[in-house]
């Protein structure tokens, strides 16, 4: 069943991922929040659960195979997008509006990427539920 397990955790953290690039998209429109302070847009830091050096010694043994984990969402460096929207309540005495640096392109292509990470790890879990239920058929066969 660890194979299942390993694929488990890569649906989950797709799936954050997913989430944080739906709100990055979400905000891109957004000049402030809720509390009044500027939407920063943010990217999810994965990689493997436990050491990674384990990983790479010779051969690697699956009881040491745990799959991956969110490690941290962090806020990117990307800088704000100014705009001249001199009627926009928001702006400021010059008439401009900072908007969240977010490339709607990029946001957009790493969507994409994730969507078939996720969709891998299904097809992933899928064969290993049908080799698990193909070994448990010829055991029942001796």
């Known amino acids: 069943m660890k194979a299942m397990e390993i694929s ?16 990055n998209l979400a905000n891109a429109g957004t000049a402030r929040t809720a509390d009044g302070t500027a939407f920063q847009p943010r990217e999810l830091i994965s990689g493997p659960k436990g050491e990674f050096a384990s990983y790479l010694e010779g051969h690697p043994n699956p ?8 490690y941290g969402i962090e806020p990117t460096n990307d800088a704000p997008r100014v705009v001249h929207e001199p009627g926009n309540p928001q702006a400021d005495a010059q008439g401009m509006v900072t908007y969240p640096g977010v490339d709607q392109a990029a946001q957009m292509t790493l969507l994409v990427k994730t969507a078939r990470a996720y969709q891998s790890n299904i097809v992933a879990m899928t064969a290993a539920r049908d080799m698990y239920s193909k070994a448990i058929d010829l055991g029942g066969r001796s």
């Open 8 to 23: 488990r955790t890569g649906l989950d953290v797709e799936w954050r991922r997913l989430e944080v690039i739906a709100e």
């Open 63 to 70: 009881d040491r195979l745990a799959g991956v984990e969110v």
